[in-house]
Structure formats: C-alpha cells, structure tokens
C-alpha cells in the first residue's frame, strides 16, 4: 500500500494560522482526487475537504470561507490552508489519495482558546 507523507500541524491560538501538506509517490498523482479529513477521539473521521483532479473543490460548512485545499502536481502535493483557526478545529487530520486508497499517517492540529 502506498504511504503518504503528511508534514505541518501543531499548536496555535485561536485567529491563527496552520498549513498541511501531503506528499504522494508513485505516477498517479495528477489524475487522483485528494483529500483531507479529521477526526477527534470518539468521533468518525470527517470529510474537511476534497479537491478533483481538474481542480473542483469541495468544503464542509464548518471551514468553508476559512480552509482552502490546492494541489501541485509536479510537486505530487496536496496543500490545505487553514486560516481563523478555532478550538473546534483541534483534531488529528489525516490526508487520502482516493485513487490509491491510502491514507497519511495523521497530523495533530491543535489549537488553544
């Protein structure tokens, strides 16, 4: 199974700032959708956002206007941007190349009140 490797997170205070990013090997990069989910403990792991191969973009209500996901396909890299960080937002976040049917390793995000 082909691992992604997540880098970014940490601490941050709330109205602060936060970028991922996620590193797919092998060829099918350009044509894979990505995306980003999280999760906190107790919980399902939920869907932040999605980004197509052609660049369609995809957002759950809770970070629409604040998080953006891109992608860099020479680089085989999906970025997600996370802006107005909130307490709720603190969870481990993990990347998914949907083509390959993998995951990142997980990145905690937390942020403080």
């Known amino acids: 199974q082909v691992q992604l490797v997540e880098s970014g997170g940490g601490l941050v205070q709330a109205g602060g700032s936060l970028r991922l990013s996620c590193t797919v090997p092998?060829?099918?990069?350009?044509?894979?959708?990505m995306a980003w989910y999280r999760q906190v403990p107790g919980n399902e792991r939920e869907l932040v956002a999605r980004?197509?191969?052609?660049?369609?973009?995809y957002y759950a209500d809770s970070v629409k206007g604040r998080f953006t996901i891109s992608r860099d396909n020479a680089r085989k890299t999906a970025s997600l941007q996370m802006n107005s960080l909130t307490p709720e937002d603190t969870a481990v976040y993990y990347c998914?190349?949907?083509?390959?049917?993998?995951w990142g390793q997980g990145t905690q995000v937390t942020v403080s009140s």
């Open positions: 980004i197509t191969s052609d660049g369609s973009t």
């Open positions: 092998g060829s099918i990069f350009s044509i894979s959708p």
């Open positions: 998914h190349n949907e083509l390959y049917a993998s």
